[in-house]
């Protein structure tokens, strides 16, 4: 079969094929523990089932406008000037397939051929392929003392003459780090001085612990108009538990969101208007389920980190956020594939390989599942590894 150079170059997401094999391993009854999943278990907000079941009854299922449905950019005004203090225009917002299809058509309208995008690492999976699909090229800033917040000098010193966006995703995928204000504050000042788009990635911008607030990173902008380069991404998925409904944005200027707009049009259309309803319903609806699932994941995280503490050759950074912790394991194997399929064949965890976000020898452990799952997790972990801790 002869396909075409670009499909020959993508692999699938390596997460999202995880997924897959513990819902195989478990309909054959194995007693797997997926620690590989990205999203929380929690049940969606009622106030967005609602939503989508009212609109499904009604029976209006149509097409959408390929930027959004109105209500749906309404209560995203009111999120931008919530939590970024910035009046945005229904002309500055586009709603996705996600805030992987809002990231990706982006991309594809920043983007020539050869072009770079940079990106800290460890970063999210898609970004290289991304960068891949539009022609570009991926550009991954490793952290020069293997610490996971990256410094400006580090990322200053990889641009050049092709680099036209930077992307930056805090609290991060995989490591949990929040990067400081002053970091934000740096990277944000350095794109608008050399004339690069910014693109920040806050899809966890609210799964934050020990009294963290979100950072806002518009506050540091001096271009505060059209001129601005800075596209702010979000979406329901990890904040709201409603991975499944696949809604997700960008607020960025108006040019900017034509173009993605015209892009998203020929694509998909935009996303179902049954899920672009039920976002409403998470958005304007009771916010208690926000801070729960917060509340939550960080007493997840507080277990796994001790337990995990107790292993001698695991190096634990402790996250600021998100569900994931990011364990250096290479005193144990040095090959990540390696020991992430040692643990499936021997004790039924499923991980992630820390090379597939950029960084060998690392292992992605997700706490987003049960104290009863975090717990025995770890014990397994612990007893393929290292018997002895
Ligand atoms: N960005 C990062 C860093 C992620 O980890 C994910 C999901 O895993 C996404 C974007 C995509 O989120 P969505 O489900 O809204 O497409």
Redesign the pocket.
């Known amino acids: 079969m002869s396909l075409s150079l670009i499909a020959k170059s993508i692999s699938a997401s390596p997460?999202l094929a995880l997924n897959e094999k513990a819902q195989i391993l478990r309909q054959k009854g194995e007693p797997v523990i997926n620690f590989s999943v990205?999203e929380p278990r929690s049940r969606a907000p009622l106030d967005s089932i609602l939503a989508a079941v009212q609109i499904l009854n009604s029976g209006e299922v149509r097409y959408t406008p390929p930027d959004g449905i109105p209500d749906l950019k309404k209560a995203i005004i009111r999120y931008t000037e919530e939590f970024y203090d910035r009046k945005v225009e229904p002309e500055n917002i586009i709603v996705s397939g996600?805030?992987?299809?809002a990231?990706m058509v982006a991309l594809q309208s920043i983007l020539n051929p050869q072009e770079e995008v940079l990106y800290p690492a460890p970063y999210?999976v898609s970004y290289p392929e991304m960068a891949k699909l539009c022609g570009g090229i991926g550009v991954p800033v490793p952290p020069e003392d293997g610490a996971f917040y990256p410094r400006i000098q580090d990322i200053e010193r990889k641009v050049g003459s092709y680099t036209k966006a930077i992307i930056i995703?805090s609290p991060n995928?995989p490591s949990g780090a929040v990067y400081s204000e002053e970091f934000i504050a740096d990277i944000v000042d350095f794109c608008e001085r050399r004339d690069l788009y910014l693109i920040m990635?806050d899809?966890y911008h609210r799964l934050i612990f020990d009294g963290r607030k979100p950072i806002n990173p518009w506050m540091y902008a001096k271009k505060k108009d059209e001129n601005s380069k800075m596209i702010i991404i979000n979406?329901v998925?990890k904040q709201y538990a409603m991975?499944g409904f696949?809604i997700?944005w960008a607020v960025a200027n108006k040019k900017l969101i034509e173009a993605m707009t015209n892009i998203q049009s020929h694509q998909s259309g935009g996303p179902s208007v049954v899920l672009q309803r039920a976002a409403v319903g998470a958005l304007n609806g009771i916010q208690s389920s926000v801070e729960n699932l917060r509340a939550t994941l960080e007493n997840n995280r507080n277990v796994m980190v001790d337990l995990l503490r107790s292993m001698e050759g695991a190096k634990v950074f402790v996250p600021d956020g998100t569900f994931y912790c990011f364990v250096d394991f290479s005193a144990y194997e040095k090959s990540s594939h390696k020991l992430s399929q040692l643990l499936v064949d021997k004790v039924m965890v499923l991980t992630v390989p820390g090379v597939e976000f950029g960084m060998e020898g690392f292992i992605r452990l997700s706490f987003a599942g049960s104290m009863k799952e975090i717990q025995e997790g770890v014990e397994r972990i612990k007893w393929a590894i290292d018997p002895n801790a």
Do not use: E, F, P, V
């Open positions: 997460t990205g996600g805030a992987k299809q990231i999210w995703n995928n990635d899809i979406g998925s991975t696949r997700g």
